[in-house]
């Protein structure tokens, strides 16, 4: 018996065939999920709560290759299913297929996989579908699943979710259990949802009580008591019920005046105060708010998660794990025995983050790169700690010292600057981009992509990005097909339930445009 799985892209689909036989890539001729996963998928819930899921190839699934879209993966099983799939098949979940992704999560654009680039959809094939989930959005875009699994490490479900006009949500770090995801930066990787509407990702994380069930097999996973101290003062988690926990009327929604980049597209900037005009108009208060370590979030995400990505895949050898090169007599270079296994094994965006990981690792640059990097994590982490409203659980109340306030803050009152429950800024500093124009970019303009999204997941803070509308010059078709960009709501540690809530409350306000007309759905 064999299983196809599709992987949002023509060029990236292949086919698994049973245990004993021999895995090959094959072209499959259609856009959708191949139907034989869903076929063969033995759910026992065909009611209400049954749904489509599809889940990113770097996630164990029982009975499919999980290759992390590698050569030195290629036919590789896992002999056991991730806690998170096993979770999604207990609440209703049809598995679908797998999805293409960057190589290993490497990569902002979905364009470094073995299989080949992942393609946006719906008249934008042209364009980046994000990265390294960018087969997870396509396709919840294309309606093959109704919920997506992917991971996000610095931004890499939000940023599909943001170039698709999706939701992708990253939930506070320890929520969901990493136990059978392939780890690229284990302090900083999470397991995040892609779906078409809120409402969807808070009936799977709330409704199903995900946020609820610690996995002993997950080390990062917090155990149950520790759960339940960081729910004792935050709203939304006793019942999915977006109505009652997420009016708009009171709140205060911060934006980081350090995210108004020089970079930022113009109908990018015109949408997010389009957004904050419309918090206002729902009873909201915005107020503008100073995240200093901003500006070095970005160059310390590039030393922490290569550095770890370094460790990590060092045991893909072609001896413990991973294909050996068997077209050459030795697999030795210069003494080195798996070295050839691992310049054909690795792609070069994979074998760059090598590199600069291990140097960053070595005795003569540790503390002058990963140490320093590691200091303004702690940095990234206070400033936030020091704008919301509610305090970090796992953290003692900052004391806050008037001398150590930005010159550019502004007092709220005689104690401080003004302290919000969320805030508000752009996903991605761009609309998607056109493939032609990724593939010419330097790593470094790729690297620039995740600004926005890099300060979150070093602070292990809940985030989602949902669909915004954009202005958009009816004379230009261009700004007409990209008339939707990615909003992004940050929350304080553990305040995901509420979080969701009030991104579900906002998202019809924020976007009126029809994203799903194709399928008879919109927001």
Not at 37 to 42: H, K, L, S
Not at 171 to 188: C, D, E, F, I, Q
Not at 268 to 277: D, F, K, S, T
Request: glycine share 10%; with cysteine; net charge neutral.
């Amino acid at each position: 018996m064999s299983t196809c799985v599709r992987h949002s892209h023509v060029r990236a689909a292949f086919r698994v065939t049973s245990a004993r036989a021999q895995w090959r890539a094959s072209t499959l001729q259609r856009r959708s999920l191949y139907g034989a996963a869903a076929a063969n998928d033995a759910s026992p819930h065909d009611g209400e709560r049954a749904f489509r899921l599809a889940v990113k190839d770097n996630i164990a699934v029982t009975g499919l290759t999980t290759t992390c879209a590698s050569n030195i993966l290629a036919g590789n099983t896992v002999p056991f299913e991730a806690t998170i799939v096993r979770q999604l098949r207990e609440g209703g979940a049809m598995l679908r297929g797998k999805t293409n992704m960057d190589e290993f999560g490497m990569g902002t654009h979905s364009t470094t996989s073995a299989w080949g680039p992942v393609r946006n959809t719906l008249g934008l094939e042209k364009y980046s579908a994000g990265g390294s989930s960018g087969g997870s959005a396509v396709a919840v875009r294309e309606g093959d699943a109704e919920l997506a699994l992917g991971t996000d490490t610095g931004g890499s479900v939000r940023m599909p979710a943001a170039y698709t006009g999706t939701v992708g949500f990253k939930p506070s770090y320890g929520m969901l259990s990493r136990w059978g995801v392939v780890p690229y930066a284990n302090s900083l990787d999470t397991v995040g949802l892609l779906a078409r509407t809120v409402g969807r990702i808070g009936e799977t994380i709330i409704g199903l009580g995900l946020h609820l069930e610690p996995d002993t097999n997950d080390p990062t996973s917090l155990p149950l008591e520790t759960r339940k101290r960081c729910m004792a003062t935050k709203k939304g988690y006793k019942s999915w019920d977006p109505a009652k926990e997420g009016a708009i009327q009171g709140m205060t929604f911060g934006i980081p005046m350090e995210y108004n980049i020089e970079e930022l597209d113009p109908r990018i900037r015109q949408g997010w105060l389009m957004a904050a005009e419309k918090i206002k108009e729902l009873g909201g208060r915005v107020v503008p708010v100073s995240l200093p370590s901003t500006k070095n979030a970005l160059s310390a995400y590039y030393v922490i998660a290569p550095a770890e990505a370094a460790s990590n895949l060092s045991k893909y050898d072609g001896i413990r794990y991973g294909q050996r090169d068997s077209e050459n007599a030795s697999d030795s270079f210069d003494g080195v025995l798996y070295a050839k296994t691992r310049e054909a094994g690795f792609g070069s965006e994979v074998k760059r983050r090598i590199v600069l990981g291990s140097y960053t690792l070595s005795s003569e640059a540790m503390d002058n790169y990963f140490i320093q990097a590691q200091k303004v994590r702690r940095l990234v982490q206070k400033d936030f700690d020091q704008v919301f409203r509610l305090s970090n659980p796992l953290q003692d109340k900052p004391h806050f010292d008037l001398s150590d306030m930005d010159e550019s803050s502004q007092m709220d009152n005689k104690r401080g600057p003004a302290q919000v429950d969320f805030l508000l800024c752009p996903t991605a500093p761009t609309t998607p981009p056109l493939l032609d124009d990724v593939m010419k970019q330097t790593p470094l303009d790729s690297y620039m992509n995740d600004v926005f999204t890099v300060p979150a997941s070093l602070a292990g803070l809940p985030a989602i990005s949902i669909p915004m509308d954009l202005p958009a010059d009816p004379t230009n078709e261009e700004e007409k097909l990209l008339s939707f960009g990615g909003l992004q709501l940050i929350g304080q540690y553990w305040d995901d339930g509420r979080l969701l809530s009030v991104a579900d409350t906002l998202s019809p306000h924020v976007l009126q445009q029809k994203l799903f007309r194709n399928f008879g759905l919109s927001y």
